[in-house]
């Protein structure tokens, strides 16, 4: 049976590198792919909308932005000798706080109402409430890999300040998405026309847009 060279590259392959270099990341990274499939499912046979956009749209973004998330995460990490116990507190920070996150935004899309800022009632309210919770929890881990690329040699100084302000860049765009808790004129001029419940759950900034998703490179992810 033939075998492929060393520089080919298949799913199985990368997949199994990814593996080697780490496995709490890139076994989030394959649920956020299947999970995505099945978030494009619901964008296709459940036609309800939310706040002007189907209800199935926020987790599929989400649910693939934060695929790209994990690899990314995983491919730097690949440039990581040591630093054991840090690698693990964020590998493992990283991947429960996006899963738990994504999880509660499905179940929202499956009750048929927002994730974000909703305060319409006690349980709602604890869910966004959590959801910003683990938002911090994966902004701290992304900080500390900033800081263990910081710590790491490199032969290639160019490309080592590359990686580190990459990953300093998107610890910005992620802290960014703070400022959408703050609410402006326009949001509030636009809270004043909604009704009461609607309101509610949007009084903490206004509608939360899909193009939220790309400072994550995502709020920075990416």
């Not at 116990?85 to 493992?92: L, T």
């Not at 179940?107 to 319409?120: C, E, I, K, P, V």
């Not at 001029?189 to 400072?215: I, L, Y």
Request: aromatic share 10%; net charge positive.
């Amino acid at each position: 049976m033939k075998t492929l060279p060393p520089d080919v590259f298949t799913v199985r392959t990368v997949l199994r590198r990814a593996l080697t270099i780490n496995a709490p990341l890139t076994i989030a990274g394959i649920v956020f792919a299947f999970a995505l499939v099945g978030t494009l499912v619901g964008l296709a046979i459940d036609h309800r909308v939310l706040a002007g956009v189907p209800a199935w749209e926020k987790p599929t973004k989400f649910m693939l932005s934060d695929a790209i998330y994990s690899f990314t995460f995983v491919w730097l990490l690949g440039f990581v000798r040591g630093h054991r116990q840090s690698v693990r507190v964020i590998a493992w920070v990283t991947s429960i706080a996006l899963i738990l996150e994504d999880v509660l935004i499905a179940l929202q899309a499956l009750r048929g109402t927002t994730s974000h800022f909703n305060f319409s009632t006690p349980f709602d309210g604890a869910i966004w409430s959590s959801m910003a919770a683990l938002i911090v929890c994966f902004w701290a881990a992304n900080l500390l890999l900033g800081i263990v690329l910081l710590r790491q040699r490199f032969a290639d100084a160019a490309f080592a300040w590359a990686l580190r302000l990459g990953v300093f860049i998107s610890f910005i765009g992620i802290g960014l998405a703070f400022t959408m808790t703050t609410p402006t004129r326009a949001t509030r001029g636009a809270r004043e026309q909604r009704p009461a419940d609607h309101r509610r759950a949007h009084g903490r900034g206004g509608r939360w847009r899909a193009g939220a998703a790309a400072r994550r490179l995502e709020h920075g992810r990416g």
